[in-house]
């Protein structure tokens, strides 16, 4: 087939499309169910409970979050034509465009890094909410008296696994549609939770004592009680908001990707990190007390601790006394919002992670077969197989494992993220240095700002993991064994190939001299 016939990924994507593709990543509805028990349980390294600065750990994280996607979206702005390059492409032509030699050379190498980072966030982050998904349809058909064994929810793993890759391999268009619904249903769903428990509060229906609420007063969820308390959630809360950057790899599908992709990265973090899910932990927060599985002693904490689904056992009370005894019915359908949810994150993750393998393998730089496009559809089929079955690999061990491997590949996934977006902060710096549109404020202090703080995030989570010991210890020691198994095999192809193709992993000064800045 010439080039020229060649399929080629088609521009359909407005400033809504690359937007609510992004929101969906981010998926508030999903992770509110999920890691609320693990932010309920969470204690600092002397074992005091760090739960007080659940919702203060999360403004935190929205810093930290908010400056990276400052970041993500000046590359976008400043580099337009990344195609479904995202961090990938940046990473490279901020060096080549620079006109030292010197600067050039470093260029390859940098962009190698960002795509290992880049491939380890995305290519595990999928498989991970898959084994959630398993976890959840395990925790619902529990409800009804069913017990799903280990074999069974490897089954609904690669199921599910399998769904996602059929809506992705029919095109970004229909992914859209699926997350434009997804982000409807859940956000309405969170609403509707929300003020059901303010409500609940409010009324006190169950009589609970002035002294039985978690938080005595509102203030109480919003102001910081201790500096530790707040930098140990916040390590927990960062994990929530990833997926804002997701939206930089449709270029290639932008109708305008200069103006809408800078837009949306904001935009989506904007919607579901500040009003998603400031509200919605605020509410449960603001609920939460002593009537949580009789909970006196720990005002309702211990039992969020304890509890595989908290949210869930929150909405059963709520809908007990605020919906007329339809407690079950109101949990029911805020968990099936939540494996809708699950659905939405998981394609977004999964549309990413093939865009940004399609424009390394268009660059030579993995097999050839990834960044072949479909007839029909002008998707990267193949990149989706390869996704569907490393996804349900990865399920597979979470599932098998249980929290341990869940949580392990879980930080494996989240290294991934620090690295990728601390580089990108880096990135800024260099590709807007010296140039006319220069601004100390946007590309030199908040990228060193995000930088360090993504660097800080990163420690923080592994020093905490193995300083906690126990399980936690061991999950974090798989997460940092995944990584590197993962960077040895990223490393072992990179040199493998340029040695093949006659590529310089590091050229000279003299031949990027000779070659100049365009090459």
């Not at 088609?10 to 890691?35: C, E, H, Q, R, S």
């Not at 465009?97 to 880049?118: C, I, L, M, N, P």
């Not at 126990?470 to 590197?484: E, H, K, P, V």
Request: with cysteine.
């Amino acid at each position: 087939m010439s080039q020229s016939n060649a399929p080629a990924m088609k521009k359909t994507l407005g400033l809504t499309g690359v937007t609510v593709n992004a929101m969906a990543l981010i998926a508030p509805g999903a992770f509110l169910w999920i890691t609320y028990q693990l932010q309920a349980a969470n204690v600092d390294a002397n074992g005091v409970s760090t739960a007080g600065d659940m919702w203060t750990g999360i403004v935190a994280a929205l810093v930290v979050a908010f400056l990276t996607a400052f970041a993500f979206a000046e590359l976008a702005h400043r580099y337009p034509d990344a195609g479904t390059g995202s961090a990938y492409y940046f990473a490279e032509k901020a060096f080549l465009d620079r006109e030292e030699a010197s600067h050039r050379r470093w260029a390859r190498v940098f962009k190698f890094v960002t795509g290992w980072a880049a491939h380890l966030f995305y290519w595990v982050y999928p498989g991970v909410m898959v084994a959630f998904m398993a976890t959840l349809v395990t925790y619902i058909a529990g409800q009804f008296g069913i017990t799903i064994p280990v074999w069974g929810q490897i089954v609904v793993a690669i199921l599910f696994s399998a769904l996602v890759g059929a809506i992705a391999w029919r095109g970004i268009s229909g992914s859209t549609n699926v997350a434009i619904a997804i982000n409807i249903i859940q956000l309405v769903t969170l609403v509707v939770f929300a003020v059901l428990a303010i409500a609940f509060r409010n009324a006190n229906p169950l009589n609970v004592p002035p002294e039985g609420w978690y938080h005595a007063e509102p203030s109480s969820i919003i102001i910081p009680h201790n500096f530790a308390g707040m930098l140990f959630q916040s390590t927990i809360a960062i994990l929530i908001l990833v997926g804002f950057e997701s939206s930089t790899a449709l270029g290639a599908e932008a109708k305008d990707a200069k103006r809408d992709i800078p837009r949306a990265v904001i935009i989506s973090l904007v919607i579901q990190g500040i009003f998603a899910y400031l509200f919605q932990y605020f509410a449960a927060n603001y609920a939460l007390g002593s009537w949580l599985g009789g909970d006196v002693a720990g005002n309702g904490i211990t039992a969020a601790a304890a509890s595989g689904a908290p949210i869930g056992d929150m909405a059963i009370q709520i809908g007990n006394s605020m919906l007329g005894g339809n407690g079950f019915a109101f949990m029911i359908v805020l968990a099936i919002s939540v494996a809708i949810a699950i659905l939405g994150t998981t394609l977004a993750a999964m549309n990413t992670a093939v865009r940004i393998s399609f424009a390394m393998a268009q660059d030579a730089e993995m097999p050839e077969i990834m960044g072949l496009l479909h007839g029909k559809y002008a998707t990267p089929h193949m990149g989706i197989v390869a996704m569907v079955v490393v996804s349900a690999i990865v399920a597979m061990v979470g599932v098998i494992g249980g929290a341990v491997t869940l949580t392990g590949i879980t930080l494996a996934s989240n290294l991934g993220t620090f690295v990728l977006y601390g580089l990108i902060c880096a990135v800024t710096v260099v590709a807007f240095a010296g140039r006319p549109e220069f601004s100390l404020l946007r590309h030199r202090i908040i990228p060193i700002a995000g930088f360090l703080l993504n660097v800080l995030m990163l420690g923080a989570i592994f020093v905490i993991g193995i300083a906690t010991g126990g399980t936690t210890a061991q999950a974090t020691y798989m997460a940092l064994g995944i990584s590197g198994v993962w960077l040895l095999i990223s490393v072992a192809y990179f040199v493998i190939n340029s040695r093949q193709t006659g590529k310089a992993i590091i050229p000279s000064v003299e031949s990027m001299r000779t070659r100049g800045s365009g090459d």
